[in-house]
């Protein structure tokens, strides 16, 4: 079995204090390269400090009264109606949760709650994971740590049971009952139960109903604080599902019957339940039914089954069809004889596998593809005038004269050609895949921005641009879209002396004046009036930006030292 990644319960409350109050784990999801949110959240715990939260509030006000407290982005999960909303967290609220939770002895009550939430038989693999200094691209610990302790665990069960119970929970964190917080730190319903009224507990509801404008029900989305909350609650689900299952297994022995061996990997809210004997294996889910049930919790019948195939059933059903279609699709050798049918099979697939992680891949691999046909000609064109004619296998060529990559390069290097569509047609491609695969957009944009720049034609790229803008920026919900379309024409904006996007964060970008990002009036002003909104934007990144957008992670892998 897979060594398993050093988690944040093996730190102590100073470091775990640390740890939530890092930039990159305030925010969970990715962001252009030149955001950065560790000076505001320096500030705002230098300035709070251990000031008690009812001394910091304005007097006679409530939050609940107050709009955009966090910055809402709503992410479609299936390019259609379903959605994931996720947040940037209030940097006030955000530090007095992480405070409530990480104080010396917070932290003890909450690690020592965690062991008991340790069963035999039942694994979970989700508590935070402490990331490596440098990583090649986003969340690459924490994905690693889900390949070992879920896809390669579930592989290496099959060797030891015949059937697998797969399960999720539907809206998960949306669903969550505040209420069930009492009785995580209470242990309600469970051999260690106690009469104590745990303070952390009804302090976490109350910074929860202040993140969600007074709402009663379920938890923000968007940083690893909130994933390590919700952990508390699925972690006690963990607790009463072991109990659950020792009671099952006496009303055996009671009938003299051996209950059979199994085990359970749980990963935040998806189920793998390992047994030999089909029928236990279905009194176990029905366990684990009516154990979510009493935490307010649904298991999502569209992804629930039981599978005698443990090996193909283990591995994500995207990352098979990925796998199956390598001799279509191969990194090493691709068979598509044009740029246009690749990202038009990506295209397809994305389909019948919205926003997947083998969609992101595949964006990836045919990025790299171009880069790699577009190196010769960038680099024999660094060498030339911009009025420069030049004589390639015999051929004379004007390289502003068309917008296609191919036409441009197939003169330079018939070995390598590869008939394909103008950058235009292209792009076409790219921004109906963007639509339907709204968490990807930025992969797709980095495809884009790197053909839009291979072009001599300025206004032919500023054209596609603003097509690209359009269709992009003008529909709901189009937020996510703007932070990486800013990133990918803030160079060209900067020359124009203008920028398009309305969302706040993009006019930090670009310099303009922003009031507040987030509505703090509910706060005594002492506390908030010289939040240093500029320093979310780093200006020395911003220098490096290039119209070739660059992921955080990418530039600090190639630039660490080997």
Not at 1 to 15: G, W
Not at 335 to 352: A, W
Request: glycine share 4%.
């Amino acid at each position: 079995m897979a060594k398993a990644a050093k988690n944040i319960l093996t730190l102590n409350h100073e470091e775990v204090m640390d740890f939530f109050m890092k930039s990159e784990h305030y925010h969970g999801f990715e962001l252009p390269e030149y955001f950065t949110f560790d000076e505001v959240l320096k500030h705002v715990r230098e300035k709070l400090g251990t000031t008690p939260y009812e001394e910091c509030l304005q007097e006679g006000v409530s939050f609940e009264s107050f709009p955009d407290v966090n910055i809402d982005i709503l992410l479609n999960k299936d390019g259609h109606y379903a959605v994931r909303p996720i947040i940037l967290a209030n940097p006030f609220l955000y530090y007095f949760l992480v405070r409530e939770v990480c104080c010396e002895n917070n932290w003890h009550i909450i690690k020592t709650l965690f062991e008991k939430f340790n069963v035999p038989h039942i694994t979970s693999c989700a508590i935070p994971v402490i990331p490596n200094e440098k990583e090649a691209f986003h969340k690459a610990t924490t994905i690693n740590n889900w390949w070992n302790s879920m896809e390669q665990r579930s592989i290496e069960l099959s060797l030891e049971y015949r059937y697998m119970f797969v399960t999720d929970i539907t809206n998960c964190y949306g669903s969550v009952n505040p209420q069930a917080f009492d009785w995580a730190f209470s242990l309600k319903g469970t051999s260690h139960a106690t009469s104590n009224q745990s303070t952390i507990a009804k302090n976490i509801q109350k910074y929860l109903r202040a993140f969600q404008q007074g709402r009663n029900i379920g938890i923000p989305q968007g940083s690893a604080i909130f994933d390590f909350v919700g952990e508390i609650i699925l972690g006690y689900s963990d607790l009463l599902l072991h109990e659950a299952l020792l009671e099952k297994a006496r009303e055996y022995e009671e009938e003299g019957r051996a209950f059979p061996n199994y085990e359970i990997i749980r990963y935040r809210d998806d189920y793998r339940i390992f047994c030999s004997n089909k029928d236990v294996l279905e009194e176990i889910s029905y366990v684990l039914q009516q154990v979510l049930e009493r935490l307010n919790f649904r298991m999502n019948s569209q992804k629930t089954k039981i599978s005698e195939s443990i090996v193909t059933d283990a591995v994500k059903a995207d990352k098979l069809a990925y796998i199956y279609n390598t001799p279509i699709y191969n990194k090493k050798g691709v068979d598509f004889d044009s740029f246009e049918k690749h990202l038009l099979y990506i295209l397809m697939f994305s389909r019948q596998y919205p926003d997947s992680g083998s969609v992101r891949t595949m964006l990836s691999d045919i990025d790299k593809r171009i880069e790699e046909w577009l190196k010769p000609f960038e680099d024999k064109n660094r060498s030339m005038t911009d009025n420069c004619k030049t004589i390639v296998l015999g051929e004379e060529s004007q390289l502003n004269k068309s917008d296609s990559i191919f036409s441009k390069l197939k003169t330079y290097n018939r070995a390598k050609y590869i008939p394909g569509g103008s950058i235009r047609a292209l792009s076409a491609v790219c921004i109906q895949i963007a639509l339907e695969n709204a968490g990807s957009v930025h992969y797709v944009l980095r495809i884009v921005s790197r053909m839009i720049d291979s072009l001599n034609d300025m206004n032919e790229k500023q054209r596609i641009i603003d097509l690209v803008y359009n269709k992009l920026c003008n529909q709901p919900n189009s937020d996510y879209n703007q932070l990486w379309l800013q990133n990918m024409t803030y160079t060209q904006d900067k020359k124009r002396g203008t920028s398009p996007y309305p969302l706040r964060l993009c006019q930090v970008v670009a310099n303009k004046d922003v009031a507040q990002l987030w509505n703090n009036d509910w706060m005594r002003a002492e506390f908030t009036n010289s939040l240093p909104i500029s320093s979310i934007v780093d200006q020395e990144t911003l220098k490096k930006i290039t119209p070739v957008i660059v992921f955080r992670e990418s530039r600090a892998y190639s630039e660490q030292d080997y």
